[in-house]
């Protein structure tokens, strides 16, 4: 492997996007000094085995290839390789990371991931470094990292949890049911959804709620009151204002004017 480096200075209209790359390359590397960065930075360990030192208790987390090693602006970190270390690394920040902290996607407290399949973490990160290198890469490059963390956050037993709930939200149910339905207590369900998606099963059982309402609305000529009970609300007027407050659209105004069909609705 040769080593490279390319660094970006994004300028203000880039700035603009919310999340932009300031840098990439690939490196064989040794032990280093406790630094910390003025920036986010994830890393592909491709090969290799050692620790990671992280955080002010200069904590050291086991790390063997293949693994992402999330790096925080402000906090320390330094290798401890045990072997020579082959990795790639991206540097990238914005206000984005903000929002992508709070969904869950990027997790101070878990700098080391490992994958049970690292084939779609690897391709997710090549096809960053492919796109540093080429011309004009500052806003491809800001697909590809959302496409990165996206898919470095998915692959995890967490994130599974959070997908069941939403698939069993349209069943109207407590939060204690369904956490047993998914074999978890309910201070388990709700820490499980926060590692995943930084927010509460309640949010994502109104969430899955209002997407299939939403679908239903536009692909459908159901009323109103029987879309809501379909996703789980018996009361219509409910449902109606529930919709409305967090759509911003009331369910027959998104009919009309929230969806490409523009079927015509009956009431």
Not at 36 to 41: K, Q, S, T
Not at 207 to 214: F, G, I, Q, V, Y
């Amino acid at each position: 492997m040769t080593d490279w480096s390319i660094y970006f200075t994004p300028n203000e209209i880039q700035r603009r996007l919310g999340l932009f790359c300031l840098g990439a390359g690939e490196q064989r590397t040794t032990a280093s000094n406790e630094r910390a960065l003025g920036c986010h930075a994830v890393v592909l360990l491709r090969y290799g085995t050692g620790h990671l030192l992280h955080g002010p208790d200069h904590t050291l987390h086991e790390v063997t290839a293949p693994a992402l090693l999330w790096l925080f602006p402000g906090v320390l970190h330094g290798y401890r390789p045990a072997t020579q270390w082959d990795q790639a690394w991206a540097l990238f920040g914005g206000p984005a990371t903000d929002a992508l902290t709070a969904l869950g996607q990027l997790d101070q407290t878990r700098p080391v991931r490992r994958y049970a399949d690292p084939r779609p973490v690897e391709r997710a990160f090549t096809r960053l470094l492919g796109i540093a290198r080429a011309p004009t890469p500052e806003v491809r490059a800001v697909g590809a990292l959302f496409d990165l963390i996206a898919t470095a956050a998915a692959d995890d037993e967490q994130d599974g949890v959070a997908e069941q709930l939403g698939r069993l939200a349209l069943q109207p149910a407590t939060m204690n049911a369904y956490a047993a339905e998914l074999g978890l207590s309910l201070a388990e369900l709700r820490e499980a959804v926060r590692r995943a998606t930084g927010s509460t099963p309640q949010e994502v059982v109104l969430t899955a709620r209002l997407n299939e309402a939403k679908t239903l609305l536009a692909e459908s000529e159901l009323p109103v009151a029987v879309i809501g009970r379909q996703v789980g609300y018996d009361d219509p007027a409910y449902f109606s204002r529930l919709f409305s407050a967090r759509v911003g659209q009331s369910p027959r105004e998104f009919r009309r004017f929230g969806s490409v069909g523009g079927r015509k609705s009956s009431f």
